[in-house]
């Protein structure tokens, strides 16, 4: 059964600060995904990373795979306070997608 | 294409009673899944449709659950006898090419009192 880990599950950081959030996963697949949830709001999509070494950035956000060490990584640069959120790392697996339990990310001013 | 949505967005019910959410997904898509989400946790596979054909079911969809897509369009998940622990957050969700992730509708927040 795929499962899906990210740590840490809270993170306060400042503003200025640059930080990783890790997502593991338990089987092979090359098909993983973030997303951002505000409170009380439903999921956006922030990245679809489909092959070993993909990296794709927007902003001050870059997400990286590797399916060899089945990880990927959220790399946060320079955070301002509008990048508060709860961050879900999620795998395909059997035709589904399986989500982590999320972090959730305060950044103080 | 307005998105996919979910009707409605709030529903109080009272422990006991039968509930109905609906589901519009885009209208191009023709994988529609429901997943729900409780407080702090991640979203958590309900099921799923391809058109009208319901494909799978997680373990955690009791007998109480049921969904339907008739004709592959809209879709609707009728939680019967309502219990406190079914109130969270149920999500839907389309694609058309399953590579490329989920567009997820807003949400029903079901709370049951």
């Not at chain 1, 505000?38 to 956006?44: I, N, T, V, Y």
């Not at chain 1, 060490?69 to 999620?90: E, G, K, P, Q």
Request: with cysteine; proline share 3%; charged share 20%.
């Amino acid at each position: 059964e795929l499962k899906v880990e990210q740590n840490p599950l809270f993170l306060s950081m400042q503003e200025g600060k640059n930080y990783t959030i890790y997502c593991n996963y338990s089987t092979t697949s090359d098909r993983l995904y973030w997303y951002r949830q505000d409170p009380g709001k439903s999921l956006e999509s922030l990245f679809v990373l489909l092959s070993n070494g993909a990296v794709k950035q927007e902003g001050r956000l870059m997400a990286s795979l590797d399916t060899k060490a089945r990880l990927s990584t959220l790399h946060i640069t320079a955070a301002v306070h509008d990048l508060s959120a709860t961050y879900f790392c999620a795998v395909m697996g059997d035709d589904k997608i399986i989500f982590g339990k999320g972090t959730r990310l305060h950044i103080l001013p | 294409d307005t998105g996919v949505s979910q009707d409605p967005r709030h529903k109080i019910t009272k422990r006991g009673q039968n509930v109905t959410f609906r589901c519009d997904p885009i209208s191009e898509h023709n994988r529609l899944y429901w997943y729900r989400q409780t407080l702090g946790q991640g979203p958590e596979f309900l099921t799923y449709f391809q058109n009208e054909a319901q494909l799978e079911k997680s373990r955690l969809l009791s007998d109480r659950f049921s969904a339907e897509r008739p004709k592959g369009s809209f879709s609707t998940l009728e939680i019967q006898r309502t219990e406190q622990g079914d109130s969270a957050m149920y999500l839907c969700a389309s694609s058309l090419i399953i590579n490329y992730g989920y567009t997820f509708g807003s949400g029903t927040r079901l709370t049951v009192v």
